[in-house]
């Protein structure tokens, strides 16, 4: 009975997929929205992240300046994921009922919508409209994969 629980323990252990941490991973907007980024790959300074999305979580808080039209903002970002219900995100000032000169901002929090399998390669994100952005941010939740352990060093040199 024993190596009977023993070897179904051991089974269901081997079976589980061996995932590291369920991390955050947070990109802070710059300053003004007139910047297109492309990014290598989903990861940060320790290297790419692989795993699955679980989570996003999108915070704007945006500006005008002069006379410019808050229905005039844009923001794109493709999410790297395989088998999402959504893998773009795409607003505009104007879709989002903003208009005129003052400070607006828009909310989305903990979303389901962009879940899914972290694909390898490129992908981008754009905002443009001017103004300024204060404290926003886009961030997703991971249930990470064992990094590679040739990123273990964070890229120091032994030098």
Known sequence: MFRTSLAIALALALAAP???EILVRRTDFPDTASYEFMFG???DENGPITGRIIGTTLVIHYT????QDAA???YTFDVPVLDAAESHIGLSGADLGWSGQGTFHYVIENSDLYNG???PGRFATEMAG????TDSYIEF???ADPRDPIFDDGFESDE
């Not at 005008?64 to 006379?67: A, C, K, P, R």
């Open 18 to 20: 061996a995932n590291a």
């Open 64 to 67: 005008t300046s002069g006379t």
């Open 117 to 119: 399998t972290i694909r």
């Open 130 to 133: 001017g103004g300024a952005f």
């Open 141 to 143: 939740t991971v249930d």
């Open 72 to 74: 005039d903002f844009h």
């Open 41 to 43: 790959y989903f990861g």
